[in-house]
């Protein structure tokens, strides 16, 4: 150990500005690293400061890995094959710390000596060969591993979409190729729950079979499912989901179905259901139908959580009622709200009350919501008034 390098290794460990640096680096050069979430960027910046800590000591004792840091490395990588990321994208990301690294430390004043400066390069070098090596090992064997149990992957494939542990659409696809499956879209996110306490039992078994009802015998093994605490959380094609209701209310389950984001909004429509499920009132939920993406987020507005503007929380609870020639119905939807009554609606508008119901009809079905029911009536209330 020298002095100069001691010195140099205090001053990077005491500035925060070296992990950030790095941390931006990587995210500029290296594609898979810039559409992480803030979830996975912390777990970026902790391995950032770990590795830089190493590193720098290894420096300043001309030391080596030892035993603990390869299976740091080899648990590194088989996080990666489990959440997708390209292992070339991850080995890059370690080339271009590594090349922060030095310009930071050849940055210092005064400079290093050549002595200090070649034991560096030697140092970065051999390490980033051994990690190489050890990565790439335990990145194969976890992939391989996660292809030969597949329901196990395909369960930790939806753990890491719900929660945000992904790098890109591209990453996300490359992993399902690998399990020999394909993301539906467009995709019906469901999440059920028990309606009693003590309902059905919620394990990953209740899941797959959840999952063969709705989308077939061949569903459990073509589309993932997992368990989340007290719920059950499934993705499914979008034309499945239309047959939630009648299934969940078979095994005694209530739940949300969330069609409207995209494949790289996942974790916001877990969120979505998850609160929707967790903060709706009894009367929201029919054995009839499941909580959808309209129900989610008039729960979300009233609870102080708007998660999408009035113009779209309007368009997913109208819909068709907003669309050219069926002026007359929402017509008949507004003064039925206003006046709470098929008669006094009737009245208002000059029709026959029979004519006031058929419209009423009409629009349950063409918005799926009966304006009968209270907590319909409700969110087509709330949707009509922000329209405006």
């Known amino acids: 150990m020298t002095e100069e390098r001691e010195r140099v290794r205090q001053q990077l460990i005491a500035d925060p500005r070296a992990v950030a640096t790095i941390v931006a680096a990587v995210r500029e050069q290296v594609p898979a690293y810039a559409a992480l979430d803030d979830s996975r960027l912390h777990e970026v910046r902790a391995i950032a400061a770990w590795a830089l800590d190493r590193l720098l000591d290894l420096w300043v004792t001309d030391g080596a890995l030892t035993p603990a840091d390869l299976r740091r490395f080899r648990g590194i990588a088989a996080a990666r094959a489990a959440d997708g990321r390209p292992m070339p994208a991850v080995l890059r990301a370690y080339r271009v710390a590594a090349t922060v690294l030095t310009d930071e430390i050849a940055a210092a004043t005064p400079p290093l000596g050549a002595p200090d400066a070649f034991a560096l390069t030697r140092m970065a070098l051999t390490t980033l060969d051994t990690l190489a090596e050890e990565m790439a090992t335990a990145y194969t064997a976890t992939s391989e591993d996660l292809a030969g149990d597949r329901d196990r992957a395909l369960r930790l494939l939806l753990d890491d979409l719900i929660t945000g542990r992904h790098a890109s659409i591209g990453a996300l696809t490359d992993r399902a190729a690998r399990l020999g499956v394909q993301l539906p879209d467009p995709y019906c996110l469901l999440v059920a729950e028990p309606t009693e306490v003590a309902g059905p039992a919620v394990t990953q078994e209740a899941a797959l079979g959840l999952l063969a009802a709705l989308n077939g015998p061949g569903g459990a093994s073509t589309f993932p499912a997992t368990v989340r605490g007290s719920r059950l959380v499934l993705l499914l094609p979008a034309a499945a989901g239309g047959r939630a209701p009648e299934v969940l209310h078979e095994r005694g389950l209530r739940g949300c179905a969330i069609s409207g984001e995209s494949l790289d909004r996942i974790a916001v429509a877990y969120r979505l259901a998850a609160d929707a499920l967790e903060t709706a009132p009894a009367h929201a939920h029919h054995p009839a139908r499941v909580l959808t993406d309209g129900d989610a987020q008039v729960l979300a507005l009233l609870g102080g959580r708007p998660a999408a503007t009035p113009e779209h929380l309007s368009r997913l609870i109208l819909g068709p009622l907003v669309q050219p020639g069926r002026h007359h119905l929402m017509e008949a ?51 009509r008034t922000i329209a405006h």
Request: hydrophobic letters at 35%; proline letters at 6%.
């Open 333 to 383: 939807l507004t003064t039925y709200l206003d006046t709470g009554s098929a008669n006094a609606a009737a009245r208002r508008l000059g029709l026959h009350p029979q004519s006031l119901r058929y419209r009423l009809r009409r629009i349950s079905d063409l918005t799926q919501r009966d304006p009968r029911d209270p907590w319909q009536r409700l969110t087509l209330d709330i949707a």
